[in-house]
Nanobody, 125 residues
Framework: QVQLVESGGGLVQAGGSLRLSCAAS????????MAWFRQAPGKEREFVAA????????YYADSVKGRFTISRDNAKNTMYLQMNSLKPEDTAVYYC??????????????????WGQGTQVTVSS
């Protein structure tokens, strides 16, 4: 069992940066694959980025590749999403998620057992 709490969201102008954090409880965080998803108003939740348990492998949606960087610090039970060159279309609620099995289908919502409550990111034009 793991509990996830996101933070770091806010309002930023286009071209700006934000860093999201996802703090996890429990001693098994370091064994879980992790990911960020986002959901814009009226749209389905979509994959943003994922990271393996060790941090050695990372994956990104095409829409954020080159602008966002996912990372984790297992000693601090925390995952991060550094978001640069933000665009208005990045506006959404961002959720972190944990997968205890390390599925290869890292982009699929159903592969993740645990979710945070979300943090709002708003990018103004």
């Amino acid at each position: 069992q793991v509990q996830l709490v996101e933070s770091g969201g806010g309002l930023v102008q286009a071209g700006g940066s934000l860093r999201l954090s996802c703090a996890a409880s429990g001693r098994t965080f370091s064994s879980y694959a992790m990911a960020w998803f986002r959901q814009a108003p009226g749209k389905e939740r979509e994959f943003v980025a994922a990271i393996s348990w060790s941090g050695g492998s990372t994956y990104y949606a095409d829409s954020v590749k080159g602008r966002f960087t996912i990372s984790r610090d297992n000693a601090k039970n925390t995952m991060y999403l550094q978001m640069n060159s933000l665009k208005p279309e990045d506006t959404a609620v961002y959720y972190c998620a944990a997968d205890p099995r390390g599925s290869s289908r890292y982009f699929v919502l159903g592969e993740y057992d645990y979710w945070g409550q979300g943090t709002q990111v708003t990018v103004s034009s």
